[in-house]
Structure formats: structure tokens, C-alpha cells
């Protein structure tokens, strides 16, 4: 049962935003189910209206919650994860950026590709190269392939097993788009023979050959960055 809220020391509506997610967590309320209306919440919390209104602003601030005007409240897509939660677009030095993106994940990516092939089933390796296939078919059409190529590595967080890595995932995604804006995606055949590199050990269970894979593939993107920066640095001391 959820308790009253009346007795408790932090602020009714800090309260009640931790009762309605231990609502939809308890209720295991999905992205895009509709939460009890406003009256409901407030009776079943014995507080007011008000409060519950503030509660859900909390709630949407944390991108937990949405409102749709004349529908009601509803859970959000990803909920509590926030598209820039570091703040990566106000950092204006975007190469900077992009090496220190590159650090991290040649920290976390690696390991996490050898545990999705420790524990990736066979129909997840299928989406897997499904994914792989769509990232080679737009590169040889000359077509943005940026979408797919965040869906490749999100794919392999979930193949790893682990819910804190594929939390950690939209800060890689940033990594990922950051990378591809820089280099202006030049590195499209490496892209291919990596990706391809990295299904294979997957495929194969082979968690040292998924983790050389993943060095390799963000190594080229290292050698790309360092390549652009040098010549960045040139063009300014020939100014």
C-alpha cells in the first residue's frame, strides 16, 4: 500500500513524485501508459490537488512524465533520461569534446562488447548484423547513416546485460554524434569493416575478438580526430 504522505518531513510534493514513481514501478507502468487522473492520485496519497500538480511538474522536469493537454498524464519515452544529461551542447570547444568523448567510451565500450558476446542470444545476433547491413546500405548510398550507427551501439549495450551500461548509453550517443559531426564522416569504409569485425566476435561468443574489435573501431576514430586537429592547428599558425 502507499502511505500517506501528511506525516512525512521533505515537502508534500517532493513526497508524492516519489509515490507516483513507486506507483508506475509497482504497477509496472510502461512508456505511454496513462496514469490515474489528478483527483484519483490525490485521494489514493491523502493530499491535495495541488499537490499532485506539483508532483507531475517535478516529474515532467526529470522527463519522467508528460502531459497531453486534454488526454492527461502519461509515462515518458526512456523515462528519467534526458537527451544531454551532462550538458555536452553548451561545451563550445566540440573537438575538445570529442577526445574526451573518446576516452570514455574507449573505457566502457570495449568491456561492454565482450560481455554482449559472452551473453547475446542467437535472435539478438541477427539484429545485430540486421542493423550492421542497414549501416553499410546507407554509407554505399551516400545517405546519413548517424541514426543507425546510434542504434548499433545501443544494441550491443543491451546485448552486455547490464542496466547501468545501457543508462549510460545517450552520454556514448553523444560521443557517437560528436564523432561523426568532426570527422565528417569520413571514415565510412572503416566503419563498415569494423561494425562487421565487431558482429563477428559477437557472433562467435568471443569476448577478447569483441573487445580488440571495439578498440580498433574507436582507434580509426582517434587517428581521424588527430588528423583533423593537426591540420586545424596548421591552418591557424598560417594565418
Known sequence: MLESLQNEKKLLPERAAEQIIKLIMENELREGDQLPNEFEMAKQFHVGRGTIREAVKI???????????????????????????????????KKKLAQDLYELRMMIEPNMAALAAERASEDEIVSLQRVADEIKDLIEEKEDYLEKDIEFHTLISQLSKN???????????????VFIHITNKSLMKETIETHQLLVNAIASHDSKGAKRAMEKHLEFNKRKMDEIADLYEKEVDGK
Open 59 to 93: 516529474l515532467v522536469s526529470r522527463h519522467i512524465l508528460e502531459i497531453r493537454r486534454g488526454c492527461g498524464t502519461y509515462v515518458c519515452t526512456n523515462p528519467g533520461k534526458m537527451e544531454d544529461p551532462l550538458g555536452f551542447t553548451f561545451i563550445s570547444d
Open 163 to 177: 542496466s547501468v551500461v545501457s543508462n549510460i548509453i545517450p552520454v556514448l550517443q553523444s560521443g557517437i554524434s
